[in-house]
């Protein structure tokens, strides 16, 4: 089956820290993947939405220079959490389709904590 | 505005008794619907989607037009049914993004 790999899956770093969580579909190509986040006993909140080879599509609230998206591959997408603060520290999760009208694919998720 | 509403934060039940978990949504086009399953210390997996009419480890969802609900159902519970429950809104013209409901967590006690 469609499998998606998220790394790394726990991070810890300092405040003012820049960090990249990687995306990736192992076993078929995604023209677009998702970065959601969630926080503690709460849904997931889509963030954006990575598009291969053009800009990604932020949704509303999300800073887009907070919140650097990448999609330089079919099977890489990456979220940059730039001088990430406190208030950054969450469960970043990301989602990838085999394609039109496929079911999305979640990866494990990153626990991101910003001392 | 497009939303999906779960109204359970909690549902609670007893192994053997019924189980339903609501999903309501508000979408003007024609909607996509899915039910994601979250065990324990897992990675979120689809359980359900309303087009294929099916039924997996005993659940099944019918999507209702004129109430706009896409509840899930399953006639006996087991304990390893607990864990988290999403209701999800799909958008095929937007790349298939979701909008997920809050989530109700689902504990079947022995």
């Known amino acids: 089956g469609a499998v998606v790999s998220q790394h790394p899956s726990r991070v810890i770093c300092k405040s003012g820290t820049s960090v990249k969580i990687e995306c990736r579909s192992l076993?078929?190509?995604?023209?677009?993947m998702f970065w959601y986040r969630q926080f503690p006993k709460k849904s997931l909140m889509l963030m954006a939405t990575s598009n291969e080879g053009s800009k990604a599509t932020y949704e509303q609230g999300v800073e887009k220079d907070k919140f650097l998206i990448n999609h330089a591959s079919l099977t890489l997408s990456t979220l940059t959490v730039t001088s990430a603060h406190p208030e950054d520290s969450s469960f970043y999760i990301c989602?990838?389709?085999?394609?039109?009208?496929?079911?999305?694919?979640f990866g494990d998720g990153t626990r991101l904590s910003i001392l | 505005a497009q939303r999906v509403t779960q109204p359970e934060k909690l549902l609670s039940v007893f192994k053997g008794a019924p189980v339903e978990l609501k999903c309501n949504y508000s979408?003007?086009?024609?909607?996509?619907l899915f039910w994601y399953v979250q065990y324990s210390r897992q990675r979120l997996q689809l359980l359900l989607r309303h087009i294929s009419r099916e039924s997996i480890k005993g659940f099944t969802a019918d999507l209702n037009k004129g109430e706009t609900s896409f509840h899930l159902k399953k006639p006996f519970a087991q304990e390893e049914d607990s864990a988290m429950y999403y209701c999800?809104?799909?958008?095929?013209?937007?790349?298939?993004?979701?909008?997920f409901g809050q989530g109700t967590e689902l504990s079947v006690k022995p």
């Open positions: 989602s990838a389709s085999p394609g039109n009208n496929q079911p999305q694919h």
């Open positions: 999800a809104l799909s958008f095929y013209n937007q790349g298939g993004k979701l909008i």
């Open positions: 979408y003007s086009g024609s909607p996509e």
């Open positions: 076993d078929f190509q995604a023209t677009t």
